[in-house]
Nanobody, 121 residues
């Protein structure tokens, strides 16, 4: 069974930093991409940042220049360095790992349990 274990969330003041980690395991197939999504109360889940095995990245506009995503392919671990945090960054952050279509297996997304990030004075 595929499991994604997240850590690093917490309470931080505006302008502060946090580093999220997510370790994925249990898949016989490699993850083509890993990333982070977030969901605030009353809002839909949205992409924060994603990274492919090759290192290509994609960021939500609101976090560009503040957040940096990285990946350790050997350990199937993805990180999100979050700097200059703002109150609007407050949300539950979910790790995502994607396994692409292999033979008859369809593309599959796996999700972590979520970790709370709260930015408040």
């Amino acid at each position: 069974q595929v499991q994604l274990v997240e850590s690093g969330g917490g309470l931080v003041q505006p302008g502060g930093s946090l580093r999220l980690s997510c370790a994925a395991s249990g898949s016989r197939f490699s993850f083509s991409a890993m990333g982070w999504y977030r969901q605030a109360p009353g809002k839909q889940r949205e992409l924060v940042a994603a990274i492919t095995t090759g290192g290509s990245t994609n960021y939500q506009d609101s976090v560009k220049g503040r957040f940096t995503i990285s990946r350790d392919n050997a350990r199937n671990t993805v990180y999100l360095q979050m700097n200059n945090l703002k109150p609007e960054d407050t949300a539950v952050y979910y790790c995502n790992a994607r396994v692409p279509r292999v033979s008859s297996r369809p593309t599959t997304d796996y999700w972590g349990q979520g970790t709370q990030v709260t930015v408040s004075s």
